[in-house]
């Protein structure tokens, strides 16, 4: 017996052991005798899912943005609070009368982080990777960013021509994006087989340290960096999946920033002290009429469901706050967003009237299950509300509903009468929200909507030179879309994140990058 | 069960007839031996419980009536995430849906998908087996090797496989649960059939004319029934651990129904700030779970000759 | 024993392939489309169509099939088409992971499970083994996901002891030596980092543990039971030897046969339990990773990963067969096979 009660205390003392090594009083930060970055000089920043890659032409997913956003540089980028286009990696430019070429005028004495050069032959390297024939099946948005280029000439080492096959005004948008337009360091391409995914090198203000999978990335400061060097030397990109161990992180202190948070954790955030950043966001949240069929081929009916659902309450009630209200498919601070636009007015007894008139009594609505980044409530949700102010003027809903993937299939195949959707912008140019009306693909165009007056003027956005001309274009086809009523927009959502009350100068910017070189930690 | 092998075949005759169980006196030795049984009794006791709440949801909702105290998937949002209360037993969920209702309903579909996957191992395992036993030779090797290749991979991620490939939702998840366990079963009728085939007296039995319905009947059928009951039973309690591992996963039944395993994994989000959207499903698959293994741990007690003889 | 263990080997292959033909079949034939997922929001038919013909998804399905056979046996197991980075490299990366977190479990749920079965048999019927065997019974009876959030909510939401998710604190990263951090911190004499691993370890470790240890425990309650009945432990004690060495000298050793064949066993439920716990603790595993590739419909991964997770359980099955060889005079693997 004796023995089996020493090993009974053996066991004992090694879980004593064990309790005491892990510890009461959570985790600390902060190392020593190591050369980890120490937690003073570094910024951590929790997300929601790890990037697919970190080569800007094989990606398309937000997660990747965020992390590029600190390594790369294109030739051009947004300000700071709107998408509005201003000198990065090119300092000026200029457009040729046809609008066919646009020549850029680039930065000197600018290396990648491999050492080597930045200048016209790299910038035509990158382009010219993501043309034909070069450009592969997989390089999600090597059409949309250069789709209307020719080609591309090096005039000089500092000076680079893009010749277009027809004017696009968009292009200049599509420079300062994060998807396909930043400039990689060619060398880094041809040593890693036009992948680097794993291994990126660009001019940024930080450097790329290493990827621990499903953990987290490492990034520090380009000590050689042309412009105004990172206030904060290290940057860790943390990946938590959960939500809620993503605050708990944040209130530990085990993270300084965190984004993909919702409304119903912000108070816990704000008791213990942090703090909220609310950016706009560049997404629509809609309601679609199937005007391709009976009954919305009426445009009568159309404005009639729209007077009868009141979008402000409806806003509000689903989403606390924390989406605003849409009064036009356009972002408030986008180009060609102008006050005056404004859907149909609520007013359910105009619209009992006319849908009674009309004998519209029941309709078929599809809607998807999960939430969206422009649909915080899921479109389950969303559709019950609408269910319930369409039934308050005497018209019957059926929903179906469906899981994201399959909802796209019966998208696809058309047979419905409303149907839910967003859009979350890629470039910040009006004409990226506003085309999906004239498409002929119906799972962009889920309205189906077809009017040659609103095709013809989004033909003409296109080409017209970026200014009060082209702006008052797309007020006018907001305008159309308005008394048309194919869409009912509902809400712009924000994006919410949260930070420590010590990090300075943080922000998330609206097209879902977030650039760290001048956020401090005090 | 030891047969002296002998060479005088009516001496085995002999044998046989006086070993030879009928297959319903074992069953009611087995009842009798369990019964005494204190733990498979209140496992038995909690299955009959959980059958009972399945049958009158079910029944209920045939009917159109409304037997829980509230509709499960009625979700009012201002009423979102009460603790558990007067008027909410186990509180409401992120959708304002009560969570006891919930529960309740979630009762019918595991214990239908726990009972239909097994049922599919079963039919399925025992035919392979019984035709691999049989017939031997080529056909007995290549069944058992399929069935080693289906061993080979764990039956999660088999089971993930699956339902990544038919889709989501219940019937999918039922036929990818009863797809992996097909092997176990294969293997108990392939075994006791190859034991029991070359023993002499169903040699004598054959030479006499006995059909083979009749030596399946009287030889091998007592052998297996009871080990596949228990494994059955045991392979219940499994099926309802993994349709809620599948529902935690997302691959399961499909909102908006109340499936426990989806409930937990739904509920994730909200570990810190409402943990009693967690609790409740999980205790109610353990305490299924349990009354299962409970009910199977007292079977194969009871089947155990050694046990029989205490 | 050699040529057993030549003939099992040899034995594998076609059960290897066979696994890889299954999981081929499963997620070509059977499984969504990937190209939408890999293409992205603004892919055009025309672009799903050149992947599909670049990446030979639309050859007969056999040719495929061989195609892979050939790379995988030259250790090419292909290209995620997720990440655009090579399987073996996505799967290594993840692969120390899981095996530190198994490890840890297989210890825990051994040692544990050892004692407190030896200690229920040794003290039969008493409170202890009834409380010990009741807690087994639960063990098995609760899903591992539940437990493992149910100890988050304890251990690190209530008591804030120790963290809810993820491996280690970046910043704590120590130098990478085996991949396994426990290790790689005690080798470079980093005691912080090896305190953080620990306490991220713990929680997982015990989680995956439980199911394991309660079948360890039974398994040893119920070994020990029929060893402690046997005459030469009643010689033993008969002779005067002291209980504790009658327990462990000879009991426990003969009786650790079948403990060991079950210890070996439970690796397969162990990778599959791996996988949930992985999932509820953001652990960055192999496991939750092969559930998203499949959900993603990123064929190469979840090929690559069931092959190797299948070869491996394969070998410690017949490395299990081969310990018991030994550890049992009465066993001989020689012609004549059982």
Redesign the interface.
Known sequence: MRKVKKIMALALSATLILVSLTGCGGSKTGAEGNTAPKASDTLIYAQGAEPRGLDPALVDDGESAKVMSNIYEGLLKYNKDSTKVEPSLAKSWDVSPDGLSYTFHLQQGVKFHDGTDFNAEAVKFNIDRQLPPQVTADMAYASFVYGSVKNVEVVDPNTVKINLTSPSTPLLNNLAMIMAAPIVSPKALKDNNNNVNQAPVGTGPYKFVKWEKDQNIVLVSNDGYWGTKALTKNVIFKFIKDNSARVVALNNGEADIIDGIDATVVKQITDSGNKIFQAPGMNINYMAYNTSKKPFNDQKLRAAISQAINVPELVKSLYQGYSEPATAILPTFMEGYDKSISQVAYDPTAAAKTLKDAGLTSLHMITYTNPRPYNSATGQSLAEAIQGYLSKVGVQVTIDSFDWTTYKEKLKAGNYDLAFYGWIGDNGDPDNFLYLLSVDDPTMNIARYKNDQFNSLIAKGLTTPAGADRNGIYTQLEKLSATDAAWLPISHAETLCAYRPNVENFYFHMTGITPFAGVAKK | MKVKNSSNWSESLVQAAEYVERPESQLKVMWETLRQNKAAVVGLIIIGLLVLIALTVWGSELMGKQILPYDPNY?D?SESFIPPNASHWFGTD??GRDMFSRILAGTKISLFVGVAAVAISLTVGVILGAIAGYRGGKTDTFIM??M???L??????LA???M?????GLDKAIIAIGLVSIPEYARIVRGSILSVKENDFVQAAKVIGNRSSRIIYKHILPNVISVIVVRATLGI?SAV?DT??LG??GLGV???FAEW?DM?GRA??????A?YT??F??IA???T??AF??LG?GLRDAIDPKSRIK | MLKYIIKRILMLIPVLLGVSIIVFLIMRVLSPDPAPIVLGQHATQQAVEAWRQANGLNDPIYLQYFHYLQGALTGDLGTSYYTKSPVTKEILARFPATIELAVVAIILASFFGILIGVISAVKKNSIFDNAGMFLALIGVSMPIFWLGILLIIFFSGYLHWLPSNGRINPLLEPIRVTGFYLVDSLVTGNMNSFKDALQHIILPASALAMYSMAIITRMTRSSMLDTLQQDYIRTARAKGIEEGRVIIRHALRNGLIPIITVIGLQLGSLLGGAVLTETVFSWPGIGAYTVACILKSDFPVVQGVVLLVATIFVLMNLLVDVIYGFLDPRIKYSKKEV
């Open positions: 979700s949002m992120q959708l090797r399929l080693d290749m289906m080979a991979i764990p039956s999660i991620l993930i496989a699956f990544a490939a038919l889709g989501k309690s651990l809620a591992a935690f996963l499909q909102p908006p395993g937990l994730r989000g909200f570990i810190f700030t943990p967690l609790i499903p999980g698959i353990t305490i779970v349990l293994n409970l741990d």
